[in-house]
């Protein structure tokens, strides 16, 4: 079987589609299809417009309603558009569905979030999780799937198990998949064997929301150079360096980012990825705050972090990319009440969030501006710990 990684393909162009529902207002709805659309520039591909629907439940059968189905198709008929991309997950009956009706490939959020993980899989570890995610995803989406792909010469949602050989068998997939978990279960065993040679360091883990500037923190702190890109999931392997902040040594951990309907495949496959988080004494969670919807951002951090158990691990907020932080100044006369996009930067620092975490700090990594200060909450933090683990270590202080 071809490797999932060394396929290569044209630039291909795709409209995205989102609903407004019961559960999700018009603004968020933008938002969350923002966000596909970085996703999709992250995977390669360029959007050309964006659909939206009003509606109280999804269509059972194609998401969206028919009409609104026909109006797509027209478009992607006019300009020669073979590919679209829902923001929420379809199910196999809804994808076939779709494909009929278009004649072309309907993707989903979860489909689109694998290919970018197969694009930036750089080690075996991250490499045999993402193909594990993968068959994982397409398992139940077999039928109808390789008859699909005969015609197909691969894309954005195709990088994957399939392109070149057709296998029908699902029994062969479910072989896979033991072989795959095999595989990982032995590099699980490799990577906690170096987590115990690694002694009883304190360990401080990076987590946040996807681009938040993690990598680019890392590389301040450690004076290393971790792959930091301005795109969606930059990092998918855990990169650990030794920190020392006044003769005190410690270890500190880049993870991959987390993001909002993370696929629950994904989140499985990675789990061992993120050990290093859950064995972490210290979780510094990074947050864009300029990000409009930064408060949103952490909430799903916060649950990712608690699925994976978390629960009782000390956090840390560190707001960064206050350099990039802008605000709409009310005018003097202007007597209604403020709006979030009203908030200065100081508003933001005595809000509930900032109020209602003792240790929270406001720093830019890209322009160095209150580093000193993180570095010297992180010294407090990390000293304690290490106090109460080597009692008689005193001389470092």
């Known amino acids: 079987m071809k490797d999932i990684l060394d396929t290569k393909r044209d630039a291909e162009s795709t409209v995205l589609v989102g609903i407004i529902s019961q559960n999700q207002t018009e603004e968020q709805t933008k938002e969350y299809l923002d966000e596909l659309a970085f996703l999709a520039e992250t995977a390669g591909v360029e959007v050309k417009k964006v659909f939206t629907q009003k ?19 027209e478009y992607l008929e006019e300009n020669e558009i073979e590919m679209i991309i829902f923001d929420d997950e379809l199910s196999p009956s809804q994808s076939r569905n779709i494909e009929k009706i278009i004649k072309g490939r309907a993707i989903d959020r979860t489909n689109l979030i694998l290919d970018i993980f197969a694009q930036r899989a750089q080690t075996a570890h991250a490499k045999v999780q993402v193909e594990l995610a993968q068959y994982q995803y397409l398992l139940p989406r077999l039928a109808g799937l390789w008859t699909h792909l005969e015609r197909q010469k691969g894309g954005i949602g195709l990088r994957g198990p399939g392109e070149t050989e057709i296998e029908t068998d699902r029994r062969i997939i479910r072989d896979k998949i033991a072989r795959l978990k095999g595989q990982l279960q032995k590099i699980d065993q490799q990577m906690a064997t170096q987590r115990k040679n690694r002694g009883k360091m304190v360990r401080v883990a990076l987590v946040g929301y996807t681009n938040v500037g993690k990598s680019t923190l890392m ?24 920190v020392v902040i006044e003769n005190l040594p410690f270890l500190m951990s880049d993870t991959v980012g987390f993001i909002r309907k993370l696929p629950t495949t994904l989140v499985e496959a990675f789990k061992s990825t993120l050990d290093e988080v859950r064995e972490a004494d210290i979780l510094l969670h990074v947050v864009d705050i300029s990000h409009p919807n930064h408060e949103e951002q952490i909430e799903v951090v916060e649950s990712t972090l608690n699925e994976i158990g978390c629960t009782d691990t000390p956090k840390y907020l560190v707001f960064n990319k206050i350099d990039q932080y802008s605000y709409i100044e009310k005018e003097e006369d202007d007597l209604t009440e403020k709006t979030r996009e009203n908030w200065s930067l100081e508003d933001l620092k005595k809000s509930h969030i900032a109020k209602s975490n003792d240790s929270c700090i406001f720093i830019s990594a890209k322009k160095k501006q209150n580093i000193e200060n993180l570095k010297s909450m992180i010294y407090t933090k990390v000293k304690d710990i290490h106090q109460k683990r080597y009692p008689y270590n005193d001389f470092l202080y």
């Open 55 to 73: 509606l109280d439940t999804p269509n059972p059968k194609t998401f969206i309603g028919t009409g609104k189905l026909n109006e797509i198709k």
């Open 219 to 242: 590389n301040l702190l450690s004076k290393s150079e971790v792959f930091a890109e301005n795109k969606l999931f930059a990092t998918l392997d855990t990169t650990v360096r030794k």
